[in-house]
Nanobody, 114 residues
Framework: QVQLVESGGGLVQAGGSLRLSCVAS????????IGWYRQAPGKQRELVAS???????NYGDFVKGRFTISRDNAKKTVYLEMNSLKPEDTATYYC????????WGQGTQVTVSS
C-alpha cells in the first residue's frame, strides 16, 4: 500500500512563500513520476507541477516561473517551492504518484491572503 503524506501548507500573505513536502512510503518512488495538483472550492483539480523519474518537469501554465518542483529519491520526498504567492493560489494541494496505478495524498491547505 502506497501512502503519501503532505505537509507545509498554511496561511501566508500575498507575495510570500511556502514549501510543500510529500513523503512517500513506497519502494517504487524512484521509478515513479510524482507531482502536485490543487483544487480550489468549486473548481476542478488541476496540475501544478510534476517531475518524472528521470527529473523532467512539467508545470501548469499559471505557475509562470513562481514554483519549483524537486525530488529527493533517498528521502522518498517531493517538494514544491512556491514563491510570489497570490490569493488565487489558495487551494488544497495534493501529492500524486504515478506508476501502474495512481496514488493520492490527503492534501494540505494553502491559503493566501491579500
Amino acid at each position: 500500500q502506497v501512502q503519501l503524506v503532505e505537509s507545509g501548507g498554511g496561511l501566508v500573505q500575498a507575495g510570500g512563500s511556502l514549501r510543500l513536502s510529500c513523503v512517500a512510503s513506497t519502494s517504487i518512488f524512484s521509478i515513479s513520476s510524482i507531482g502536485w495538483y490543487r483544487q480550489a472550492p468549486g473548481k476542478q483539480r488541476e496540475l501544478v507541477a510534476s517531475i518524472s523519474s528521470g527529473g523532467g518537469t512539467n508545470y501548469g501554465d499559471f505557475v509562470k516561473g513562481r514554483f519549483t518542483i524537486s525530488r529527493d529519491n533517498a528521502k522518498k520526498t517531493v517538494y514544491l517551492e512556491m514563491n510570489s504567492l497570490k490569493p488565487e493560489d489558495t487551494a488544497t494541494y495534493y501529492c500524486k504518484l504515478w506508476n501502474i496505478k495512481d496514488y493520492w495524498g490527503q492534501g494540505t491547505q494553502v491559503t493566501v491572503s491579500s
